[in-house]
């Protein structure tokens, strides 16, 4: 009993003195997936998501609303995406009292869907008007990494640490939107998000760490596992996005176009419950449940954008989009507020994204339907503590029209060197990796 008693006095010590490595190495819920943005369709993706100032199908709801006027017939369009993610980590030798750091490469592979519309034009005052209902989903929070560690307190601890993390779900939103042609060349489009976890699922997104401990404490041998759940759920809140598209100028077949689209920022309201359990060489300790709830402030965003179609055939886009994620942080209901980005303080600067897309169409037109090849290159920046990080991309796509319907598909290809592991709660960096693909299918009436 007394060398019981020992062991256990002894672990107040022990917890003083590594509390730096496992701040820094990011254990219990520290550890984080970053929110990502969702970009809607397989023709917009195709060209690289330089889509504000085309906008000319049932996505127009997302991209720009006022694009929503273009629509000649009533369509229904179902868009899906298979997602597969590849980092490569490259962490730090050692992290304070931390040694032999390994974290394990990271590759997620899922499918979802991505875009579900309904949309209806017909004529007010002899002006061209629009109706649609639209989904889509808006942020992706999946992640899947295992890492290990060694910690070492002479002659107190030798701690080998094992853990897993994985992050899962997403932020969708119900949208319906309305378009009208004000005059002849211009356009106005409003659409109103609608976000909740109630559509397909009792939650937005979940995040499960599993941690396994082995060593010896003052010298005897101890085993201990950790597991915590926590679930986000009740995500509520509601945004508007606003659009205009302008037909600039005109001449034969040339046409130039321009598009601008606000959207609003807005506070959403979700409780954080969280369940954890350990046990210490088989002596299970009471499990900690605990229920937070939320206010999040997400960021608003104002794009701009230019379409030229050079012929019926060759068309040219260019977009840039600016982020204010410097406002992005969340409240508890005890008036704390932090950064939703590993947790960190509000005091940290989240610096605002600029974001640069360029994509091009061309099509072949046949007797009876028109094949399209589609590409783009962007420069796309996710939030990061402090500066931005740099991600890079390109997409290649295609698709076929026929009378009655359109089937079309993309792929993209997104990449980014040493991002700061920080963002995650952990410790060095890592390389990304990131393959999309997008199949849709519009059918019109």
């Known amino acids: 009993m007394r060398l019981k008693h020992s062991i256990f006095m002894c672990i107040p010590i022990l917890i003083l003195s590594a509390q730096a490595s496992f701040a820094q190495l990011g254990s219990g819920n520290q550890i984080s997936a970053v929110p990502l943005p969702v970009g809607s369709g397989a023709r917009a993706l195709g060209m690289g998501g330089a889509f504000i100032a085309v906008a000319d199908d049932a ?5 720009n609303p006022g694009g ?7 369509e229904f369009s179902l868009v899906g995406f298979f997602l597969s993610t590849q980092q490569d980590f490259d962490p730090s030798d050692s992290v304070g009292q931390s040694t032999g750091f390994t974290l394990d490469n990271e590759s997620v592979s899922r499918g979802d869907l991505n875009y579900a519309s309904v949309a209806y034009p017909f004529k007010v005052f002899g002006k061209n008007l629009v109706a649609a209902l639209n989904y889509q989903q808006k942020y992706d929070f999946h992640m899947d990494v295992d890492f290990s560690f060694k910690v070492e307190v002479p002659p107190i601890l030798s701690r080998n640490a094992d853990v897993d993390f994985e992050s899962k779900g997403g932020i ?4 319906p939107a309305i378009a009208m042609q004000v005059i002849p060349k211009l356009s106005i489009g409003v659409a109103v998000n609608f ?7 009792d939650f937005a997104w979940k995040e499960k760490t ?5 060593g010896t404490l003052v010298g005897f041998p101890f085993t201990e596992t950790f597991n915590e759940d926590i679930t986000f759920k009740n995500f509520q809140a509601v945004n508007v996005t606003t659009g205009i598209l302008w037909d600039v100028w005109e001449k034969e077949e040339k046409h130039l176009t321009f598009g601008a689209v606000y959207h609003s920022p807005y506070t959403a309201d979700v409780d954080r419950v969280s369940d954890d359990r350990s046990v210490f060489d088989g002596q299970q300790s009471p499990p900690n449940h605990e229920r937070v709830h939320l206010e999040i402030d997400y960021p608003m965003s104002f794009g701009a954008g230019l379409g030229f179609r050079c012929n019926d055939a060759l068309s040219f886009s260019l977009d840039v989009t600016w982020t204010d994620w410097s406002e992005f942080q969340q409240e508890d209901e005890n008036g704390v507020k932090t950064r939703p980005i590993a947790g960190a303080s509000a005091d940290r600067d989240i610096d605002d994204t600029y974001a640069v897309r360029f994509g091009t169409e061309y099509l072949i037109f046949r007797q009876k339907m028109i ?38 598909a993309a792929y993209q290809f997104r990449w980014a060197d040493d991002v700061d592991g920080e963002d995650f709660g952990l410790p060095g960096t890592f390389d990304l990796n990131e ?3 997008l199949a849709s299918v519009i059918v019109y009436f």
């Open 59 to 63: 996505t127009a709801a997302s991209w």
């Open 68 to 74: 929503l006027t273009q629509l000649e017939r009533p």
């Open 172 to 175: 969708g939103a119900l949208t």
């Open 195 to 201: 976000y909740t976890d109630e559509f397909f699922g």
């Open 210 to 214: 599993r941690r396994v401990d082995s």
């Open 371 to 408: 094949s399209a090849v589609r590409g783009g290159l962007f420069y796309e920046p996710r939030p990061s503590l402090d500066d931005p990080t740099d991600v890079y991309g390109f997409s290649v796509g295609s698709g076929i029209t026929f009378k009655r319907f359109s089937i079309d």
């Open 435 to 437: 393959h999309l693909f």
